[in-house]
């Protein structure tokens, strides 16, 4: 991932450095040969620059603006990439399951499995399952949620008390 954003960034200060040399190598300090007269089949002119000049030289054929445009294209990617990755990079790692916590997840489906069967979902039910919770690992926990309150969403399970769902 370094090695992306290093790469990034010094494409973009490559960009930056070419466009500087362009712009050094195509002035010059003698004065421009007098423009072709209208009509006497010349090539055409070329584009004129955009932006300000900087200490009166300027690079022929490069359209400033465009080339910051790009710059500003390729820094805010760059950008993008980084935070991307520093997000990724502060997600923990996914816990192994273990031996108890893969029992646990087995009697938490087994809890679920038997409320769908009887149709309810009770106190009883809700003090099983959080007992089971405080021994699964995240993933496991998110697994078992996602089919309990769809199964309650759909009505194939009532919920006859008021309080916490586990």
Request: proline share 7%; net charge positive; no cysteine.
């Amino acid at each position: 991932m370094r090695l992306h954003q290093a790469l990034i960034v010094a494409a973009v200060l490559a960009a930056i450095s070419i466009a500087f040399l362009v712009g050094r190598a195509s002035s010059s300090d003698a004065p421009s040969a007098a423009p072709a007269p209208a009509g006497a089949g010349a090539a055409a002119a070329p584009a004129p620059l955009t932006g300000p000049a900087r200490s009166g030289h300027a690079a022929a054929g490069v359209d400033r603006g465009a080339l910051r445009q790009v710059i500003r294209e390729e820094l805010s990617a760059a950008l993008d990439d980084r935070d991307a990755n520093a997000a990724a990079a502060n997600e923990p790692e996914p816990e192994a399951p273990t031996k108890a916590n893969l029992a646990a997840t087995k009697r938490a489906h087994a809890v679920v499995a038997s409320a769908r069967k009887a149709g309810e979902w009770t106190k009883a039910d809700a003090k099983a399952l959080r007992a089971e919770f405080k021994q699964m690992n995240d993933a496991q926990r998110e697994e078992l949620i996602t089919t309990l309150f769809p199964a309650i969403n759909r009505g194939e399970i009532k919920v006859r008390y008021r309080g916490r769902p586990f």
